[in-house]
């Protein structure tokens, strides 16, 4: 039964990448929720997959940082949120002729933003100069 469920949480750790993979080019489907369940699937299956997924160079950091709580950079929040009201409003004047999808679809998009707009905004530490081993900064040489 261990080896049916660490192949189970494999093959869902994939589709939720591909499904992530999706999400970087079709703006409804989102890419944070599956990238997240992919970590989560490959955390409990496979050290090798869920090493390549924090260390990928598109979405490894992001990934990082969101898990390890120091947030989501403020340019990232900016861009799902707009990207989100986009898709949604068009969708809401432009396709839904029922009113009540409409408001459906608009709680969503509040719902969405304000979760976004809550979650810790991550910005990088300043690089300091290397340290010695005792901490101290190193003396310029006279």
């Given at each position: 039964m261990k080896k049916l469920?660490?192949?189970l949480l494999i093959i869902g750790g994939t589709l939720c990448v591909m499904l992530a993979l999706l999400g970087m080019l079709l703006p409804v489907l989102p890419t944070t929720p599956f990238l997240l369940?992919?970590?989560y699937c490959y955390a409990r299956s496979s050290t090798r997959f869920y090493q390549w997924l924090i260390t990928n160079r598109w979405f490894g950091e992001y990934i990082r940082n969101y898990r390890e709580g120091r947030g989501i950079p403020r340019k990232h929040k900016i861009f799902s949120i707009a990207l989100l009201w986009l898709t949604i409003g068009y969708a809401a004047l432009f396709v839904l002729p029922q009113w009540w999808l409409k408001l459906i679809l608009l709680g969503v998009a509040a719902g969405v933003s304000i979760h976004l707009?809550?979650?810790k905004t991550f910005q990088?530490?300043?690089?300091?100069p290397a340290q010695t081993a005792e901490g101290a900064l190193p003396e310029e040489a006279e």
């Open positions: 469920t660490k192949t369940l992919a970590a707009a809550r979650i990088p530490q300043a690089k300091l």
